[in-house]
């Protein structure tokens, strides 16, 4: 390929024309960013630019950083090409990045859902020549059910736990999956949270974010403050001994991979809920898109590459 | 399906306790369910309706994947009963059949559509162990020592599973002499330190011939009267349904009871057999003394 409008370098994906990098993994002059998980915003970039609505919590976990934002949907002209952002439903403020040269088009999805979670702006495929899309679950056996039905399911367990009078605790990344399911999840009773998750909730709450009322947990809660809670934590919480003041407390995990019998062995409640889009998902945007070219990046490349190859598409490994 | 998938797993996890297990199971499952499950840890399992080549081969054509992505599944999973399971989306509307019906319809399984008719009733979750019943390999096994340790332990106290509706025990203590439409109300209470301390308040709802007797017994015994509502001796055993508990330090006996439903007289019962407020499963303040409000 000549001169394409987006390469992939040893500190990640790069446009030439526009001098730019999207989510790079080693300090870089210019970075656009599609969200602030710490695996696509990272440190040291010179200058950043994401969404307006991403660009708190990246200030909040990189610190003082030199940035601009765009509105979603509002292009740039960088260089020689234009730049937008476009929702990617993956967490609060998440995008794809589209960048245009001349008619040339090319879409990065950077983490995406296609389901609507009621609190992120939802995922749209964007038309475009080429797509590189994330493949987490890039495999047949991954299928999603509808976000209500797991909600029930938690609901329940929480239920149950508040009879028995054992409180209730979620393991969950503090940005994305814990406001998820604090704003999914009926009120069976309060809902406590730790401080790295509440941090973060605040700021979303400020932004404007539908976030429910949550006690941030200090030393004077406990479960006689507070019966019949669900906590939401950190993994890293828990295994530090953070919760020990609640026991007898019963754990759960939320997360795609739940969907896989291995990965629920020995854990206490498992409940299949991703931020990632399931393979009806992934399979669905490659076609929206209209895109001829599929890059595939972040999870299974391989297979994913290859079964594009059966469904016609020019498709290929981005990270080789 | 649920259950049962739940109680397999469990049975396979070493350092379960087999017998709670089983009890836990038994004490919420339906009657059906649960003379199906005796029947198939005990080795009644059903002859085989498929191999499992057949049931890959069906799956894999019912997802419309070449070999190599079903071998990429493989990888993941390292389980070819659970690649399969997981080939298929999840029901839209899941319906939840319990094991008795999934069992009927595997017996009546004839043809590849059957099968698939089955799996579109099932969770992923579930469907390993329905293939696993399908192909003639369920292994799971409960000895007659654990069957009868469950027993034992299912005629003890009920109070403490979840998966069903809690039940205790109670003393009756108020009653009101006559009912409306909606049965009178009974005041219902559970032993603390020798005397019935108030739990709940609910309707009775009774078979005809028991709120008449019941009612016939009140006013026959009545020992003070409040308004419409009598004191009775604490002689009388109700057997109560309930959706939960939560600390109360308002009331005397410190709890409160969600959703009270009066599901017996338990007429022959011994007061003593009634529950105490200790039985109940909640970790929280111990209940006031009576003495206090």
Redesign the interface.
């Known amino acids: 390929m000549h001169d394409p409008v987006l390469t992939f370098t040893p500190a990640g994906l790069y446009c030439p024309a526009g001098g730019f990098h999207i989510d790079p993994h080693r300090p870089v002059p210019r970075a656009l960013i599609t969200h602030g998980h710490s695996d696509h915003a990272r440190r040291g970039h010179g200058h950043y630019l994401c969404t307006d609505r991403a660009l708190p919590v990246i200030r909040h976990r990189l610190g003082a950083i030199s940035a601009e934002t765009l509105p979603f949907g509002t292009p740039q002209t960088i260089g020689g090409v234009t730049v937008s952002f476009h929702p990617a439903g993956h967490a609060p403020g998440s995008a794809q990045i589209r960048v245009a040269r001349g008619g040339e088009v090319w879409v990065v999805s950077g983490d995406y859902k296609t389901e609507d979670d009621g609190l992120t702006e939802a995922f749209a495929p964007v038309a475009c020549h080429s797509f590189i899309t994330e493949c987490t679950f890039g495999l047949p056996i991954f299928h999603w059910r509808p976000q209500a039905q797991i909600m029930a399911e938690i609901a329940d367990w929480w239920a149950a736990n508040a009879a028995l009078g054992r409180t209730t605790i979620l393991a969950a990344y503090a940005f994305g999956k814990a406001q998820r399911l604090m704003a999914g999840l009926p009120r069976i009773g309060p809902i406590l949270t730790h401080p790295a998750v509440e941090d973060i909730t605040d700021i979303l709450r400020g932004q404007g974010y539908p976030l429910p009322p949550t006690v941030r947990v200090t030393s004077d809660i406990t479960p006689r403050t507070h019966p019949g809670a669900l906590i939401i934590a950190p993994p890293s919480a828990l295994s530090s001994g953070w919760a020990d003041r609640f026991l007898p407390y019963d754990t759960g995990f939320a997360s795609g991979w739940m969907a896989l019998a291995a990965r629920r062995r020995g854990l206490g409640a498992a409940f299949t809920l991703s931020d990632h889009a399931d393979w009806p998902g992934l399979n669905h945007s490659v076609r929206d898109t209209g895109a001829t070219r599929v890059l595939a990046t972040h999870g299974y490349t391989g297979p994913f590459r290859d079964w594009l190859l059966t469904q016609g598409f020019d498709a290929a490994v981005l990270d080789a | 399906m649920r259950h049962f998938t739940d109680l397999v797993h469990r049975l396979s996890t070493p350092g379960t306790d087999r017998a709670a297990a089983l009890a836990g199971y038994l004490r919420q499952a339906p009657a059906a369910d649960a003379a199906a499950a005796l029947a198939l840890l005990a080795g009644q399992t059903p002859k085989r309706r498929a191999t499992p080549a057949r049931l890959r081969a069906l799956a894999q054509g019912a997802?419309n994947?070449?070999d190599?992505?079903f071998a990429?599944?493989l990888a993941?999973?390292?389980?070819a009963a659970?690649?399969i399971a997981?080939?298929i989306?999840?029901p839209l509307q899941?319906t939840h059949p319990g094991l008795a019906d999934t069992l009927a319809r595997l017996h009546a399984i004839t043809t590849p559509a059957d099968i698939a008719a089955l799996w579109d009733t099932l969770?992923?979750?579930e469907r390993?162990l329905a293939n696993r019943l399908i192909t003639g390999m369920f292994r799971t096994r409960i000895d007659a020592e654990t069957l009868s340790r469950a027993r034992l332990i299912l005629s003890g106290s009920p109070l403490?599973d979840?998966?069903r509706g809690?039940q205790i025990r109670t003393i009756l203590t108020y009653a009101e002499a006559a009912g409306g439409p909606a049965g009178p109300e009974l005041t219902l209470a559970l032993w603390h330190e020798g005397v019935p301390v108030p739990v709940a308040r609910a309707r009775a709802v009774l078979p005809q011939a028991d709120l008449r007797d019941l009612l016939a017994w009140v006013r026959a015994h009545s020992q003070e009267r409040f308004g419409p509502l009598h004191r009775v001796p604490a002689t009388q055993v109700i057997a109560l349904d309930y959706?939960?508990?939560?600390?109360n330090s308002r009331r005397k006996s410190g709890v409160t009871l969600?959703n009270p439903r009066i599901l017996q007289w338990l007429r022959d019962a011994d007061p003593a057999e009634a529950h105490h407020i200790s039985d109940l499963?909640?970790?929280?303040?111990a209940p006031l003394p009576l003495d206090e409000t």
């Open positions: 997802a994947i070449p190599a992505l990429a599944c993941q999973t390292r389980d659970e690649t997981l080939l989306p999840p899941p969770l992923p979750s390993g403490a979840p998966a809690l959706g939960g508990i939560t600390p969600i499963p909640l970790a929280g303040p």
